[in-house]
């Protein structure tokens, strides 16, 4: 008879049907194998896309419109979050109990949010670190998925039906059970889009506070006043945030930078245009309040594929809840994009790639799913199920350079000659002649993979860094 153990680190366990088992003895509850891989292949997608972005700027984030593989990362981070609420809530019945833990782990999140991404570290080339707090950066991504897991947790435990979990019948029993969930992403959509379209952009001024531009200091005007436009300069999301974080606190090098209008090299970085316009040296905030408010929609979508994972005993049944409503989200979000009613925009969070995005989500967590949690195919993910695993390890040494900067401080007579420069030159660039494959190669096996083997290490251990 197989035997399926508890893996007692998880934060959710559920009960997965096993072909061959017999009925006769209730198996116990197991980890979700392809949950922890999509997060890993989220974690290590992160790492590609901001190490070798800059070679390869079509897996970069998309400058303006448009949704390119960078684009992808935080909807799937967010989706997963939601995945993970329903699972890691029901084994704790004490609704106080569940409170405090949500509200101790976003604490957790927002704290070292501002420390990794508020401009204090300035890992892994700076060797120095130190914020000045008129210019510290309030938001990003640790943030948003703070806001986003507050909101949908509370939402989860104050709703939590009574029910019976076994939704076998029919497929729409389950939108009845949580109708409440999907009446707070409703009112959520409806408070975003009153907002984007509805609120007026007056004309505004920056100034430029960066030593290495023969701009520093000189103060730009923007002309807007106008109500409804999705463009760089004159949007909603912007608005708000230069009046309720103000300019100087929000991110200094947006996507947009690299956009036709401002750059002579776009997709790539390189210097602005002689006549590029005033807004292209401003500061922008992709992970900003109205867009972070949009964003919890992709957690509550997650939400749903969780609850779907746990009230649905059957492969046959969860499988097909999650396709169509995948397909469906990932149809409706083209024909939105395409048809010009609402552009596919990250900066923005719009509804067209909420749902493009959430309906790629669901569609990868399917496929692998299939592959590992019916065919049995896990062996052939393990890099990604160990990063998964020790996601905020991987995430903080080597998304955010903490580790690079660590080894990047012992150096040769320069800052420039550090073992991290050395293996990039003579292992991967000067191998392969070519500094865009050398940094793609170096970024695969020198980050993600000696990450995934350092997370492997961990995981025989039982050391995990969870929040």
């Not at 970069?60 to 990362?73: I, K, M, Q, R, S």
């Not at 401003?282 to 949009?294: K, T, W």
Request: charged share 15%; hydrophobic share 50%; net charge positive.
């Amino acid at each position: 008879m197989a035997e399926i153990k508890a893996d007692t680190t998880s934060d959710y366990n559920v009960l997965v049907p096993q072909p061959g088992v017999p009925d006769a003895k209730p198996p116990k509850p197991k980890r979700v194998a392809s949950l922890d891989i999509f997060r890993g292949l989220t974690v290590a997608l992160m790492i590609l896309v901001d190490d070798a972005g800059g070679e390869w700027p079509m897996i970069g984030h998309a400058p303006w419109n448009g949704c390119n593989l960078a684009d992808f990362v935080m909807p799937f981070f967010l989706f997963i979050v939601g995945m993970a609420i329903p699972l890691a809530l029901k084994r704790i019945p004490n609704r106080r109990l569940a409170v405090t833990k949500v509200l101790v782990r976003t604490l957790k999140l927002l704290f070292w949010g501002l420390l990794l991404q508020g401009g204090f570290s300035h890992a892994p080339d700076e060797l120095t670190y130190g914020v000045d707090m008129r210019h510290i950066r309030w938001c990003g991504i640790l943030q948003r998925i703070a806001l986003a897991y507050l909101v949908v947790a509370l939402v989860e435990i104050f709703t939590k039906s009574t029910q019976a979990e076994d939704l076998e019948s029919t497929q729409l029993s389950i939108f009845k059970l949580y109708y409440w969930h999907w009446l707070v992403g409703a009112c959520i959509l409806i408070i975003y889009m009153a907002l984007l379209y509805g609120i007026y952009v007056p004309d505004w001024k920056f100034t430029v506070h960066n030593p290495d531009s023969i701009n520093n200091g000189k103060t730009f005007t923007v002309a807007c006043g106008v109500r409804g436009k999705l463009d760089p300069p004159c949007n909603a999301v912007g608005y708000i945030d230069r009046e309720v974080l103000g300019i100087n606190h929000m991110y200094k090098r947006p996507a947009w930078r690299r956009s036709e209008a401002c750059n002579d090299n776009s997709p790539y970085e390189g210097p602005f245009r002689t006549n590029a316009p005033s807004w292209c040296y401003a500061h922008f905030e992709p992970e900003g309040i109205l867009s972070s408010i949009s964003a919890i929609i992709s957690t509550i979508i997650g939400l749903h594929f969780g609850h779907v994972l746990v009230n649905m005993q059957g492969h046959p049944s969860r499988l097909k809840h999650w396709l169509f409503m995948g397909l469906a989200l990932l149809v409706s979000g083209i024909i939105l994009h395409f048809t010009h009613a609402i552009p596919l925009n990250k900066q923005l969070y719009t509804l067209s790639y909420v749902c493009v995005t959430s309906g790629a989500a669901a569609l990868v967590f399917s496929a692998f799913y299939i592959m590992v949690d019916i065919w049995g195919f896990k062996y052939l993910f393990l890099p990604f199920k160990w990063i998964g695993m020790n996601a905020m390890l991987v995430y903080v040494m080597a998304a955010e350079g903490i580790f690079a900067a660590f080894i990047n401080g012992w150096y040769y007579d320069s800052p420039h000659n550090t073992l991290v420069y050395w293996i990039q030159k003579h292992i991967f660039i000067e191998v392969w002649h070519s500094k865009r494959v050398g940094i793609l190669l170096y970024v695969i096996f020198a980050e993600i993979l000696f990450w995934a083997v350092v997370a492997g290490v961990l995981h025989q251990l039982g050391i995990y860094w969870k929040l």
